[in-house]
Nanobody, 121 residues
Framework: VQLQASGGGLVRTGGSLRLSCAAS????????VGWFRQAPGKEREFVAI????????DYADSAKGRFTISRDNHRNTVYLEMNSLKPDDTAVYYC???????????????WGQGTLVTVSS
């Protein structure tokens, strides 16, 4: 499975962005996909996760109520809709695929290259 994240950019506080994670590979539709982020000088952290069908999702506390993860298996794509963005959301965002439903980055076998989100105050 190969993943490519896109959709990052510069946005003002309170703005919105939609990130996309496009995948290649026949097994993508059966895999869990997670979004993680890494801010400068900080460790990579979990943001959101979606199971293979799209019916089960979970979010980090920092993302609850503001971010929505979804997937379109026909398009081999997972999305992260981000609203009410804050400067603390500034980070490189990565999508990753796993066989396990887990918020631990160690469980993920495949990673995209990351897309930078910058939220200005």
């Amino acid at each position: 499975v190969q993943l490519q994240a896109s959709g990052g950019g510069l946005v003002r506080t309170g703005g919105s962005l939609r990130l996309s994670c496009a995948a290649s590979g026949r097994t993508f539709s059966s895999r869990v996909v997670g979004w993680f982020r890494q801010a400068p000088g900080k460790e990579r952290e979990f943001v959101a996760i979606i199971n293979w069908s799209g019916y089960t999702t979970d979010y980090a506390d920092s993302a609850k109520g503001r971010f929505t993860i979804s997937r379109d298996n026909h398009r081999n794509t997972v999305y992260l809709e981000m609203n009410s963005l804050k400067p603390d959301d500034t980070a490189v965002y990565y999508c990753a695929a796993s066989s396990s439903y887990s918020s631990s980055s160690r469980e993920y076998d495949y990673w995209g290259q990351g897309t930078l989100v910058t939220v200005s105050s």
